[in-house]
């Protein structure tokens, strides 16, 4: 820190004379005008640096010896692309002010709570849809595209509300015909009561219901004729709610002769077969002792 009353330190004056140029030693080529025009614009720069020092009261650094050069090396003046830094500002001058950045103002706090509240309850509305359809859908089954033998496989009871068999006697025996004759196995099975399934199929040899229908509709001879062998119904008084339908009381051909149907009238004016009984597998060449009306 210099003392009161000290004389300042003289300011280094620009030397009247051009600094001297390094000499090119024997082997070594002369600088061009361009290469000797970077190096005294390197020259002036160091002036300005010690002149700066100077002011900021920093011992300047001494002069370099222009005369010793290293041989071979050059200047960063004379490098390609080098510009000369930019001096520092006077001391005290303050930096450029920069406005800070305003931070993003988020949503309103009564507003995130009434959006998290109607997110919830609209979570709480799809869980209860979606187990009301299930419960709905768990307890009351659809019938829709289910075969009768279906329905009745799956609940055994299903008739009761709803419409999957005949109503007509005679038609639920005709159906078992049918069945037979189209191999659909299901559907024939499904027109006995489930116990009766199985009564059916030892009656014709068979140990379940599945297995009889496979054996006699490879029996069936002519598809068309076996499905007709049976009315769908006949004229006469009304059915009791108990009527017994025996085979051979009709021309059965094109296949075999099924026995003697129990059909019993259930819930809604529909007709299961509730019994059966074996017969002949070829009936006795009689008339029919019913009159048949298609």
């Known amino acids: 820190m210099p003392q009161p009353g000290a004389q300042p330190p003289a300011l280094p004056q620009p030397s009247a004379q051009p600094p001297a140029l390094p000499q090119p030693s024997e082997g070594q080529p002369a600088l061009d005008p361009e290469q000797l025009r970077q190096f005294q614009q390197f020259q002036q720069f160091q002036d300005y640096l010690r002149f700066t020092q100077a002011q900021q009261g920093n011992q300047p650094a001494p002069a370099p010896d222009a005369g010793l ?13 080098w510009q000369p830094p930019v001096p520092p500002g006077p001391p005290g001058a303050l930096a450029p002010y920069e406005q800070p950045r305003r931070p993003r103002r988020g949503a309103p ?9 109607v997110l919830g309850w609209l979570i709480v509305i799809l869980l209860i849809a979606i187990a009301a ?19 009745a496989a799956e609940g055994g009871g299903t008739y009761h509300t709803n419409h999957i068999y005949s109503t007509n006697p005679y038609e639920a025996v005709r159906f078992v015909y049918h069945n037979i004759a189209q191999g659909l196995v299901d559907d024939a099975c499904g027109r006995f009561r489930e116990d009766v399934q199985t009564k059916f199929a030892k009656d014709v040899g068979q140990p379940d219901c599945r297995v009889a229908v ?11 004729d076996y499905a007709e062998s049976l009315p769908s119904y006949v004229s006469g008084p009304p059915p009791a709610d108990v ?25 809604k004016g529909q007709w299961l077969i509730t019994g059966h009984s074996p017969g002949p597998e070829k009936c006795s060449p009689s008339q029919p002792s019913t009159t048949p009306t298609s």
């Open 69 to 81: 050069v290293a041989v071979g090396a050059q200047p960063p003046a004379t490098q390609p692309g």
């Open 214 to 224: 496979q054996a006699l509709h490879k029996q069936v001879t002519n598809m068309n």
């Open 133 to 151: 359809t299930w419960a709905y859908r768990h307890f009351f089954p659809s019938d829709e595209g289910k075969s009768s033998a279906q329905i």
């Open 109 to 117: 706090r009564w507003l995130k709570r009434l959006g998290g509240k």
């Open 243 to 267: 009527t017994t339908i025996d085979s051979c009381d009709y021309a059965v051909v094109g296949g075999p002769a099924l026995g003697v149907f129990q059909v019993t009238k259930v819930d």
